[in-house]
């Protein structure tokens, strides 16, 4: 029911120097608003509706396919999520690799309990190596690949994989393997070098957990790990690159859970993602963030080029950056 103002209520109002509107006539009550502090997100959000997190992920043309906690994996395409069924006993996976478009597309995923799975085209196969946690896998083609974990380096030479007895004892979180060359990360600053068929462990300037580990040849290849650290190898040295973007006093100190280098870029170029939905661009040392709106742990970031990146998390989440 509408109801009208009195004249007392009127003459009292217009005593006391208040406007009134007129009847049916519109109040214009905004307020400016200050939007210098307000993010631009800068994702589009194709998150799945799932309890799952997304391990890991492989971007080939505009799909993706992750590779989940409880033993799944699903393919994003056109818009939409697909189960692309396996059967393991709910064993966490948590690495994938891949090569090949979508027709000829080949991919090897590992996980916990040593489960090792390969795409033959429609379907997963699954072999089972050993009992060891795998970690991450990387390698130049399906019949050249490291697997990596908590049994030390394995590697598959044309179709067989074989634990590496040097460093059969080593914990390792992540390997970069481009056929010649491989670099395997881990705790406290550990790495270990592939180089001639020999692994050979080394320092870095850091002693922080070491996470991820992506490159584009021996003269390019980025680190990042536990409490912002993000290092870049240059063929000689490690320089520490510290995660503060243009025009923002705060270096970060979150977690970084995972680096990608596109090969494809025609400068020195890595996304970074890590906890509480933080993700960066680093050109050369120039760092951008990139605002995600969320924040949920992203533990894997990847794509296919500067213009086609995904970075995958905790209860389905993927985003999608197509470039500023």
């Known amino acids: ?30 307020q ?36 989940t906690t409880e033993g799944q994996t699903w393919r994003y395409t056109a818009g939409a999520w697909t189960n692309l069924p396996l059967e393991i006993d709910e064993e966490d996976l948590n690495g994938i690799w891949g090569e090949g478009g979508t027709d000829n597309l080949k991919m090897v995923g590992v996980g916990a309990a040593g489960i090792i799975i390969e795409w033959n085209g429609s379907t997963w196969e699954q072999t089972q190596e050993s009992t060891a946690l795998f970690q991450a896998v990387d390698g130049s083609n399906a019949n050249d690949l490291i697997a990596v974990g908590g049994a030390g380096p394995w590697r598959n030479v044309s179709g067989t994989w074989t634990g590496d007895p040097e460093l059969g004892h080593e914990k390792f979180a992540d390997v970069w393997y481009d056929g010649t060359t491989a670099l395997a990360v881990g705790d406290n600053g550990k790495i270990a070098w592939l180089i001639d068929g020999e692994w050979t462990l080394d320092e870095v300037p850091v002693d922080t957990d070491l996470y991820s580990v992506s490159g584009v040849d021996f003269n390019e290849i980025w680190v990042a790990g536990a409490q912002g650290t993000l290092l870049k190898w ?26 990608w280098a596109p090969s494809a870029s025609s400068e020195s170029v890595a996304f970074v993602v890590g ?22 742990i992203l533990y894997s970031v990847t794509g296919t080029n500067e213009t086609n990146v995904w970075a995958t998390g905790g209860r389905g989440v993927a985003l999608h950056y197509a470039g500023l």
């Open 234 to 259: 240059n063929g000689t040295a490690w320089q520490t690159i510290e995660l503060k973007a243009s025009g923002d006093d705060r270096v970060s100190k979150a977690n970084m859970w995972a680096v």
């Open 275 to 296: 906890a509480n939905g933080e993700a960066y661009k680093v050109t050369g040392t120039t760092v951008d963030a990139l605002p995600t709106g969320i924040d949920n």
């Open 32 to 67: 400016e608003i200050d939007t210098g502090d307000i993010e631009t997100i800068v994702w589009e959000d194709r998150r799945h509706s799932t309890s799952v997190t997304f391990q890991d992920a492989h971007a080939v043309g505009s799909d993706l396919i992750v590779v």
């Open 1 to 30: 029911m509408h109801h009208s103002l009195s004249p007392v209520l009127l003459a009292a109002l217009f005593a006391f120097g208040c406007e009134v509107p007129l009847e049916g006539e519109k109040t214009d009550d905004t």
